[in-house]
Nanobody, 125 residues
């Protein structure tokens, strides 16, 4: 499985960006899928995702109401629509896939098997 993340960029506070993650090899439906982010000097943290076999999205508290995760009908591309961006959203954003992830571990980056290369999001104040 290979993942290709794109859509990052430089935006002013309050602006929007849409990230995409395209998978080759297998459809996302075979895996749990999540977006993570990592700011300089900080640990990688969960942003949003879908559990395998579940269409309900999960979000980190700090993005609820601002970010929306979705996927295309073919199940090979997942999007992260980011609105009302804040300077503290500045980070390298990664998409990841994992199999056999139980709910209690869903937000842990260590449980994911495949990672995209990351796309930089920078929000200026």
């Amino acid at each position: 499985v290979q993942l290709q993340a794109s859509g990052g960029g430089l935006v002013r506070a309050g602006g929007s960006l849409r990230l995409s993650c395209a998978a080759s090899g297998r459809a996302f439906s075979s895996y749990s899928m999540a977006w993570f982010r990592q700011a300089p000097g900080k640990e990688r943290e969960f942003v949003a995702g879908f559990r395998r076999g579940n269409s309900n999205p999960y979000y980190a508290d700090f993005v609820k109401g601002r970010f929306t995760i979705s996927r295309d009908n073919a199940g090979s591309t997942v999007y992260l629509q980011m609105n009302s961006l804040k300077p503290e959203d500045t980070a390298l954003y990664y998409c990841a896939l994992g199999s056999r992830i139980i709910l209690s571990e869903f937000r842990s980056p260590a449980r994911y098997d495949y990672w995209g290369q990351g796309t930089q999001v920078t929000v200026s104040s």
